[in-house]
């Protein structure tokens, strides 16, 4: 069992940083006026979440690929991981998972 909560406690602190690491990425480059504490990581991107208009996606799209060494891919599962930090974040660390499956083959 320390094993599996040793797994647990990594993903969840690589999901944290990540989640970070986004919300700074709107922050700084989105120039969302928001402290990280208050960007709740479910509130929608566009709409009435965030408001981030399509001009913000290229953007949020660029910086995540200059961030995590990769760029998300260009087809559905991009529009799904747009909704909230939390889909993004979870798209992002498939993505670094897929990478490191791969180094490893």
């Known amino acids: 069992m ?3 909560d040793h797994a647990i406690e990594a993903y ?8 970070d690491a986004l919300k700074r990425i709107l922050i700084e480059k989105l ?3 928001r ?5 709740d990581p479910d509130t ?3 709409g009435t979440g965030l408001q ?3 001009i913000d996606a290229v953007e949020l799209w660029v910086s995540v690929g200059e961030r995590f060494g990769f760029l998300p891919p260009d087809d559905v599962r991009r529009v799904a991981a747009m909704r909230t930090l939390n889909t993004l974040t979870d798209l992002v660390l498939s993505m670094a998972e897929g990478a490191t499956d791969d ?3």
């Open 2 to 4: 320390p094993q599996l």
């Open 12 to 19: 969840i602190d690589k999901r944290l940083e990540v989640l």
């Open 31 to 33: 120039k969302i006026d």
């Open 35 to 39: 402290e990280p504490r208050e960007i």
């Open 44 to 46: 929608p991107l566009f």
């Open 52 to 54: 981030l208009d399509s």
């Open 103 to 105: 180094a490893q083959r």
